[in-house]
DNA sequence: ACCTGAACACCGTTCAAGT
DNA sequence: ACCTGAACACCGTTCAAGT
């Protein structure tokens, strides 16, 4: 507005404390920067690249492409999962720690999409298994089972964080639930009895119900079932 | 090549009968046919726009948004599920159903990944809702737990399908096994003994196993796991 | 009411050219 | 070796204009 003393660089964006030479990490870093807390913004190459000063070209010399500058991105974050929380039995520690790593996947939203689709094999991903499997372990299941066993809990915590994230990112969900409200009330009790029945507990309870009984569950169900192959 | 009587209207793509009117059913169907068997070909507005030979605008007369036609066409599929499979026992009758669902989505690898975002309110969803807590209610789970209790099926079943539907439509997911092979194979076993004792089993066993054993997990759990709501 | 072309504001990725 | 601008081949969505 005013006239005032013009420097030789414009500032860009929030004052830049001289642009910060390119690397993996600071392109890691800058993309955790651009989804903390799941605000609208999508990861996107020329996003991230506009944030750190530089054209999307530039990102490829360090990142082979999006989907491995997501998975690099992911195992990052998967650093900060809290793998010693919780005291007591085996049982409360394990579902202690995969609290956390729900907790973590709350606040980047668009990763749990990723953590879902991806098989992780950064350094962090694998302590989290070997965590997991060491606390399985101490509660007697055998390692056939419980390969299967962390498989299946890391498949429940990460779907309920992304879908979590995919509600938090849509304007839609209130719109959505309504909808599935309505049509639940609109079915006749005689074509769907059991659904019509159920109702009040559909969409019922805190959203950590869900997480907490479905670990409950897996594992009172991983203590009672052996492995067979499928025929 | 060869010099052929030239008709009066360029065939543009197989011949083509006469260009149907547009209309809510004839664009999910042609959705389907673009996704089947999941080709590489992505469900794109415009893609499938072209396919009934019209603009990418004229959709949206009969169409919101990208969602809303992912919803629709996903709801369609449903239809096709078997919610009367199987005989014998509640369980197997069950399993087989989800067993139904999953073959599904596999045929439309790219649905699969809606089906976790989406709480879908079509008719054949709510279709399958009923069956599965039909089948419960046979078992004797209560209402309370039968929601929670298809809530989890259904996480696990379509998050199985997202899994093999994103692996099939990468041509990195074998070199990604490789890379997770060669990271466990990596591992002092001072560091990581659980993971190096029980690298034997961690890629091991049909697909198949997986999906059945966290189904029996699944049921198992939830016959022993009354619902608590979290503090 | 239905359909359209053109425009707008984006994407990921490649590549020749620069340093 | 690293970085860049420009280009290519796409996206979803809107809108004025046509029928």
Redesign the pocket.
Known sequence: MSEVVRRREPVSRRDRPA?A???RAAIVAGALGLIRDGGA?????????SEL???????????????E?YAAVLDELLGTVDVRRGTGPWRERLQALLTSYVEVLYAYPSLARTALITRPSGVNSLALWEAQLALLDEGGVRPAEAVLAVDLLLQHATATAAEHGARAGRSESAAEDVRVAEAVEGLSADSHPHLAAAAEHLLSGPPATRLTWGLQVLINGVLATPRTEAR
């Open positions: 642009k030479p390119l690397s913004e999508r990861l996107t190459l020329r996003r991230l690249a000063d530089t054209g999307a070209a530039s990102l490829y010399v360090y990142v082979a492409n999006t989907e500058l």
